[in-house]
């Protein structure tokens, strides 16, 4: 009864339909990432996503295969130095109610709360870097309008994936429909595996140091 209609909104079944034709393709960090396209402060964005937790262990895999897990969004941040570029923090972003426990998704229209760092993804995708425009103070003005405007979690309406979906679209201009963010990232983490922070700042800052190399070749200084 008043469990079954939010139970059949964790599946978000009819957006599939609706965004059929926008799914959205997978990329790596590895090959994809522009390094021209990371201007201050180089943010890079991913989305992430574990398993509901609590009473809906016994059913996770089924909830998984429908897409109904939690969803968040990541956030690498460098600073640049005299030395190039250095990791300045890592930062996690969720969308949940206020209460504690993922089965208080189910109670229907209640409070929510937007955290920081309390996320712990178990599988996560790269999206892309920040436009060049967006800051941190940007990404706390908009979780301050969001909780202001859509400040009532409601499973299927206004949950983790809308919140997640609306952060990805803000910082990087792409879209992600709210109903393909879990499997979204399931596929990524499929078709490209999940780097460590370290391996990722390793790869940037070689880039970095490429394309370096590669503008004063260009300008005929040598290295």
């Known amino acids: 009864g008043s469990v079954a209609g939010p139970a059949r909104n964790l599946m978000r079944r009819s957006e599939p339909v609706v965004y059929a034709r926008s799914?959205?393709?997978?990329?790596?960090?590895?090959?994809?990432?522009?390094?021209?396209?990371?201007h201050p402060p180089r943010m890079l964005v991913f989305a992430d996503k574990r398993p509901l937790q609590g009473e809906f262990h016994?059913?996770?895999?089924?909830?998984r295969f429908v897409n109904a897990e939690h969803v968040g969004v990541k956030l690498i941040v460098f600073d640049r130095s005299i030395f190039g570029w250095r990791l300045s923090r890592v930062l996690?972003?969720?969308?949940?109610?206020?209460?504690a426990g993922d089965f208080s998704k189910l109670a229907g229209d209640v409070m929510a709360k937007v955290q920081e760092n309390r996320l712990e993804p178990e599988e996560w995708?790269?999206?892309?870097?920040?436009?060049?425009?967006?800051?941190?103070?940007?990404?706390?003005?908009?979780?301050?309008?969001?909780?202001?405007?859509?400040?009532?979690?409601?499973?299927g309406r206004?949950?983790?994936?809308?919140?997640?979906?609306?952060?990805?679209e803000f910082l990087t201009g792409d879209e992600i429909a709210?109903?393909?963010?879990?499997?979204?990232?399931?596929?990524?983490?499929?078709?490209?595996?999940r780097a460590s922070v370290e391996q990722m700042l390793v790869f940037v800052q070689d880039r970095q140091l490429a394309a370096r190399r590669e503008r004063t070749d260009a300008l005929g200084g040598g290295y």
Do not use: E
């Open 58 to 63: 016994y059913i996770r895999s089924v909830l």
């Open 92 to 99: 996690y972003f969720d969308f949940l109610p206020a209460l």
């Open 158 to 168: 206004n949950d983790c994936r809308d919140y997640s979906s609306a952060l990805v």
């Open 23 to 38: 799914f959205p393709h997978t990329r790596s960090l590895f090959r994809d990432l522009d390094i021209d396209c990371l």
């Open 178 to 193: 709210p109903g393909f963010i879990a499997s979204f990232v399931r596929n990524a983490t499929r078709q490209h595996g």
């Open 125 to 155: 995708a790269f999206v892309g870097a920040a436009r060049p425009n967006r800051t941190l103070n940007d990404v706390k003005r908009f979780n301050s309008t969001y909780m202001k405007t859509s400040g009532v979690y409601s499973l």
